[in-house]
């Protein structure tokens, strides 16, 4: 578990708000991919960097017999732009309007046609989980492009199992450049500044999405306060009405953090000068002994929670399956505008003991 997650959790618990930046989020659906398309240039500019890049792509796509290059990608599930927007759904922005009328993947393959003459097929396929992707990767799967999550891609650094992006990847006088041009430089200065084995993420990874986990709840059923604790997903006043991550890092995050509670939520703590280092200390426990108290948190939670989902939680929580959910923070979003639109209201919360933090790039 990357200790990264942990670096700016009072930051985050204090605004208590899922900021703009984050709202980015994770797996939106084709009718929440707004966002997408300002985020276009970020993987067509990845896609042609690493095709024209020595010993990169352009080595491992396929080509068909009339030199149509096939280039495999491999993302999150709704993470793009999956076209096909009403009028009514246009963004107004004062740079131009915004509307999908078209999958980002036909876009992207028209796009570098015009731009580089060369014709381009992508196979696109997804992912629902890191975990799942690794284990396709494992059993033969091979792509051109992925996009997990730190923690794997630091993994999948370490195994050798991915390519360095090419000095043209960060050149600032091509035109088309428009991911180091445009990249948030929030973004640029955490994959510059974050290394595994003493190189730096931002060799080999380019950042495209990032956002914290917290609980999506219905503030008619219940309170802000008991929101605001992951313990929530044990409470049997809710028994069969919250959900949990069915993700290994997430689930083990939030036993640790409960299992913590009292600790973290000290303001002995909290305020202690050497708070981040030991929060992290705290928050990556690997021991066995923690590992066996993990375990049996989870087992009494299995029994309280309606699921362990991946995305069925944004449904569950829209149609009032259940009334809190462990969520990521741009599937948050979507939820809670789902619920608007049904004049529904839902709310969001980051637990008081810490949250993660994520960030997926492009490899």
Not at 186 to 208: C, N, Q, T, V
Request: with cysteine; proline share 3%.
């Amino acid at each position: 578990m990357s200790k990264l997650h942990f670096d700016r959790v009072r930051t985050l618990h204090r605004r208590g708000t899922v900021a703009e930046s984050e709202r980015s989020g994770r797996r939106w659906k084709t009718s929440s991919c707004r966002r997408g398309l300002a985020l276009f240039a970020a993987t067509g500019l990845t896609l042609s960097t690493l095709l024209s890049s020595a010993g990169g792509i352009e080595a491992q796509a396929a080509t068909t017999s009339d030199d149509t290059i096939t280039l495999r990608v491999c993302n999150w599930e709704e993470y793009i732009d999956q076209g096909g927007w009403s009028d009514d759904e246009v963004i107004d922005l004062p740079s131009g309007d915004i509307i999908g009328k078209n999958s980002m993947v036909t876009d992207f393959e028209n796009w570098y046609q015009e731009t580089y003459g060369q014709k381009v097929k992508v196979e696109y396929s997804t992912f629902g989980t890191n975990e799942d992707l690794y284990n396709m990767l494992t059993l033969g799967d091979t792509y051109d492009l992925v996009c997990p999550s730190e923690y794997m891609f630091m993994k999948l650094i370490h195994e050798g199992k991915v390519q360095p992006l090419s000095d043209h990847f960060f050149d600032e006088t091509d035109e088309h450049n428009y991911y180091i041009k445009g990249v948030s430089p929030y973004l640029r200065k955490i994959f510059e500044d974050h290394d595994m084995d003493g190189e730096p993420w931002s060799h080999y990874a380019a950042g495209y999405m990032w956002g914290i986990t917290g609980i999506v709840y219905n503030p008619a059923l219940m309170t802000r306060e008991e929101a605001s604790t992951w313990a929530v997903l044990a409470d049997p006043a809710y028994r069969k009405r919250v959900t949990i991550k069915d993700s290994v890092r997430e689930a083990y995050f939030i036993a640790m953090s409960v299992l913590h509670h009292d600790m973290l939520t000290s303001p002995e703590f909290q305020s202690d000068p050497e708070y981040h280092q030991k929060l992290e200390e705290a928050q990556n426990d690997a021991s066995p002994e923690m590992i066996a108290r993990v375990q049996d948190w989870l087992q009494d939670v299995k029994d309280n929670v309606y699921s362990f989902e991946v995305d069925s939680g944004k449904a569950d929580m829209v149609t009032g399956k259940v009334i809190a959910n462990d969520q990521w923070s741009g599937d948050a979003v979507y939820t809670m505008d789902q619920a608007d639109e049904d004049d529904f209201q839902l709310d969001f919360a980051v637990p008081e003991e810490s949250t993660n933090i994520y960030f997926d790039g492009w490899v």
